[in-house]
């Protein structure tokens, strides 16, 4: 169960594709067999600290391994449709030989993304959480074993598109990045202002659309740093290439933190 929203993410599983898929982790996640409700909000509260706590453990545990590694690893998070995917395969064409890069997707269902990704040439691996809203320490644990990535790896995580719950699982990433499009509203940040404080940057994709829609780059960013005063906002295209190179920049500066 989801400790944000209660949504069940049992039975997540982990695919490479063209490879039968492996069973993701067992979420027993400390609870029983009924449901939450019957025994009042506290038992919800103190079940939603465990998941939570459960989470940041496995997550300190990934961080470790990562850095022994020497593995940066970004965790993408958005709304569905804002770009995370189209921005991945411009990346990877982009930072190409510069340093070996691995994908892991998260998606409900399908193989549609890590497919996009594999035929970049990239190495990626697919999970699909089912009836789950949100990638979790325990996933991207069994997604890391199947993906085995080569040290020095950038390696890119790619959330289930959703601006709530995502923002709640600590992954082991080096940083969270949240993309949001110019078609979706300059107010996001002051709506999902969880996912906006637990970022350190903000892409604004779809840059070329500006001409053609009602949004003000300048009120997004503030209305991000509002939530978020030190967070850094670059505005891009992932389809047309514009300001891509600062992300690239962006991405560099935060390797060698
Ligand atoms: N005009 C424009 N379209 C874009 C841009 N980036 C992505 N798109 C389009 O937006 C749609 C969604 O892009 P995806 O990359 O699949 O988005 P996503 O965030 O990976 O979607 P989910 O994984 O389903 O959450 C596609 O039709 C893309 O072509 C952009 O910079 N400009
Ligand atoms: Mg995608």
Redesign the pocket.
Request: proline fraction near 4%; hydrophobic fraction near 30%.
């Given at each position: 169960m989801c400790a944000t929203c209660g949504c069940g993410d049992d039975g997540a599983t982990v695919t490479i594709a063209g490879e039968p898929p492996v069973p993701g982790h067992h979420h027993d996640h400390d609870h029983h067999d009924h449901p939450h409700s019957h025994d009042g909000q506290r038992e919800t509260v103190s079940l939603e600290q465990r998941v939570l706590a459960k989470n940041d453990r496995l997550a300190q545990q990934n961080r470790d391994w990562l850095a022994h590694r020497d593995i940066a690893a970004f965790n993408l998070t958005?709304?569905?449709?804002?770009?995370?995917?189209?921005?991945l395969e411009r990346t990877i064409g982009d930072l190409r030989g510069r340093t070996p890069i691995a994908v892991i997707e998260g998606?409900q269902e399908t193989l549609l993304?890590a497919e996009r990704i594999q035929a970049t040439g990239c190495r990626a691996v697919q999970i699909n959480t089912g009836p789950g809203c949100h990638l979790d320490a325990a996933m991207v644990r069994t997604a890391l074993d199947a993906l085995g990535p080569e040290p020095a790896t950038l390696l890119f995580i790619?959330n289930?598109?959703n601006l709530v719950c995502p923002a709640m699982f600590d992954l082991g990433e080096r940083a969270m990045v949240v993309?949001i499009?110019v078609t979706e509203g300059a107010d996001k940040p002051l709506k999902y202002p969880h996912m906006f404080a637990a970022a350190k940057l903000v892409l604004i994709?779809?840059?070329?659309?500006l001409p053609y829609v009602d949004f003000d780059l300048d009120v997004c960013t503030a209305n991000a740093r509002s939530v978020n005063p030190r967070v850094d906002v670059l505005p891009?295209?992932?389809?047309?290439g514009q300001g891509v190179a600062f992300w690239y920049q962006w991405i560099d500066d935060t390797v060698k933190v």
């Open positions: 958005s709304s569905p449709g804002a770009g995370k995917t189209t921005l998606d993304d790619e289930v598109g993309i499009s994709n779809k840059v070329d659309l891009v295209s992932a389809t047309t």
